[in-house]
C-alpha cells in the first residue's frame, strides 16, 4: 500500500509555471505506476500525464503536450509535474495517483486504473 500527498500548488498568472510534487510513503514505490489527473468542477478526473514504474515510458494529455514534464525520483519516493507555459484552463485540481504494477514499462491514462490517490493540489491559473 501506498500513500500519497501532494503540494506546489497555487495562484499563478497565465504563462506562468508551477511544479507539483507527490511524497509517496510505504514500500517498492519502484513498483508504482503514477499519474496526474486533473478535476474541474462537475466533471471527472481526467488524465494530465503519466509515468512507467522506472520512468522511461510517459504520457501527456494532447492540451499539455510541449508545456508539462512529469518525472520521478524513486530513491526519494517522489512524483513531479513541471507545468510552464500555464494556461486558465489548466485550472483545477490536480490529483496524484498510483497503480501497483510490478516492473513493467506502461503507464495508465483512466481514473479506474489507479487504486491509490492523494488528497489533491488546487492551481488557479489567472488571466
Known amino acids: 500500500q501506498v500513500q500519497l500527498v501532494e503540494s506546489g500548488g497555487g495562484l499563478v498568472q497565465a504563462g506562468g509555471s508551477l511544479r507539483l510534487s507527490c511524497a509517496a510513503s510505504?514500500?517498492?514505490?519502484?513498483?508504482?505506476?503514477m499519474g496526474w489527473f486533473r478535476q474541474t468542477p462537475g466533471k471527472e478526473r481526467d488524465v494530465v500525464a503519466a509515468?512507467?514504474?522506472?520512468?522511461?515510458?510517459?504520457y501527456y494529455a494532447d492540451s499539455v503536450k510541449g508545456r508539462f514534464t512529469i518525472s520521478r525520483d524513486n530513491a526519494k519516493k517522489m512524483v513531479y509535474l513541471q507545468m510552464n507555459s500555464l494556461k486558465p484552463e489548466d485550472t483545477g485540481v490536480y490529483y496524484c495517483?498510483?497503480?501497483?504494477?510490478?516492473?513493467?514499462?506502461?503507464?495508465?491514462?483512466?481514473?479506474?486504473?489507479?487504486?491509490?490517490w492523494g488528497q489533491g493540489t488546487q492551481v488557479t491559473v489567472s488571466s
Open positions: 510505504g514500500q517498492f514505490f519502484d513498483t508504482y505506476a
Open positions: 509515468i512507467s514504474t522506472i520512468g522511461d515510458n510517459t
Open positions: 495517483a498510483a497503480r501497483r504494477d510490478g516492473y513493467t514499462r506502461s503507464y495508465y491514462r483512466t481514473e479506474d486504473d489507479y487504486r491509490y
